[in-house]
């Protein structure tokens, strides 16, 4: 590791353990100056996207993925996974179904976190998308690079 606090996009996804999230993904990643990074991974027809500003009082992660298929892939699984590198006091997931969908959502609270709100929406073309708020239980939050907690 370098002296310097700078650190390639390669060396941001090994550090932050970002390549756990989707561990069997090609990856290819970017940083920018002064503060950011982005990746994309691929497996077959499914690939996600995370980006990420980390400032001092202000920090912003984003994780998208888009091609899995919704009836096999455990959503809670990978929500989990991807909470667990990035410890957000409150987050948002949209899932898109291309047909009929469970209660999940609904039901499910994410260990730590609890649904604020849900949506069930149907779409036009079939399928339906749900959209749900989650909100951190526990009454410290963690913010990285600063001493204030809420």
Not at 90 to 106: N, R
Not at 117 to 132: F, H, L, T
Request: charged fraction near 25%; aromatic fraction near 16%; charge should be negative.
């Amino acid at each position: 590791m370098r002296d310097s606090e700078d650190y390639t996009a390669k060396e941001m996804t090994k550090l932050s353990e970002i390549s756990k999230i989707l561990p069997f993904y090609d990856i290819c990643d970017f940083d920018f100056d002064p503060y950011g990074y982005s990746m994309n991974a691929i497996d077959g027809l499914a690939f996600s996207t995370i980006h990420v500003t980390s400032e001092d009082g202000f920090s912003y992660a984003s994780y998208k993925a888009m091609g899995f298929d919704s009836h096999s892939v455990d959503f809670e699984s990978l929500i989990k996974r991807t909470l667990s590198y990035f410890k957000l006091v409150k987050f948002s997931v949209a899932i898109t179904y291309d047909g009929e969908v469970s209660t999940w959502g609904y039901t499910s609270d994410v260990d730590g976190y609890k649904y604020v709100d849900v949506v069930k929406q149907k779409v036009p073309s079939g399928g339906c998308i749900v959209y749900g708020c989650f909100s951190i239980v526990a009454a410290v939050a963690y913010f990285p690079n600063s001493t204030k907690r809420s």
